[in-house]
């Protein structure tokens, strides 16, 4: 009984206060010191990101970015470019200004590399160059002269070519006009289509001397590099 009854007497002798009612002055007041609260607190983040970002951020990225840059450097072999260098004439004033025992054995090999250096000469030009050869081709005479001879060059692109010449011209305008159709004579000769031999061309045979007494088609062919 004394259980049920000591609850009931205590609300009776002790009234709960209700807390009190907070007004609209108070509520901005408070909002405004959260606020403040939110803003030092935002304002302490950025400042140890920051500190963050420049002390170890930073140096990581450098530090990869140099790596980076040191193995291109490498792979291409300009490793040179990752060294400070030394000014210009500063190696010969270096070795100008030391003497005896007082340098040391880099400035002595530096001393002795510069007196062994000779500059190169100017190359000599020992032969003169050779002028330029001119092609001129007789002019092709007409079909119904005498001693008139049909002759084509069956080219290795498949082009085929064809000039009307004297018998009694020299054998050798073959090779000049074999150049012109655009076939250098030390790369290619010509051929007879059947029996396939190659044709003799001098100087001192015509047309006609080397077998060429009728129209006539011969091969353009790439020269044996045995028989050359």
């Known amino acids: 009984m004394s259980s ?8 009776y002798l002790c009234p709960v206060t ?20 939110r803003r030092e607190q935002q304002h302490q983040h950025s400042v140890k990101c920051d500190k ?6 930073k140096p990581r990225q450098e530090a ?12 291409t072999g300009q490793s040179w470019k990752l060294s400070q260098g030394f000014t210009l004439g500063g190696e010969e004033q270096m070795t100008a200004h030391t003497d005896g025992d007082d340098e040391t054995p880099n400035q002595r090999a530096a001393r002795k ?3 062994l250096e000779v500059p190169n000469p100017a ?12 092609i001129s081709l007789p002019d092709e005479p007409s079909e ?35 150049h012109k159709s655009g076939y250098s004579p030390t790369l290619y000769a ?14 001192d045979l015509s047309i006609a001397d080397v077998g060429i007494l009728s129209h006539t088609t011969l091969n353009v062919e790439e020269k044996d590099p045995s028989t050359c």
Not at 4 to 11: A, D, G, I, V
Not at 52 to 57: F, R
Not at 123 to 134: F, M
């Open 190 to 203: 010509l051929y007879t289509s059947y029996p396939r031999r190659p044709l003799l061309t001098q100087t």
């Open 113 to 115: 590399r510069k007196e």
């Open 18 to 37: 209700p807390p009190p009612l907070e007004g609209p002055a108070e509520d901005a007041r408070s909002n405004t010191e959260q606020e403040k609260a």
């Open 144 to 178: 119904d002269a005498n001693g008139v001879v049909k002759i084509a060059l069956r080219c290795p692109s498949g082009r085929t070519v064809r000039r009307r010449f004297f018998k009694t011209c020299r054998s050798t305008v073959l090779l000049d006009w074999l």
């Open 52 to 57: 963050y970002v420049e002390a170890v951020v």
């Open 64 to 75: 990869v970015l140099r790596k980076k840059e040191e193995h291109f450097y490498s792979m």
């Open 123 to 134: 190359p000599v030009q020992t032969q003169l160059l050779k002028e330029k050869k001119i």
């Open 4 to 11: 049920c009854l000591y609850p009931k007497l205590k609300s």
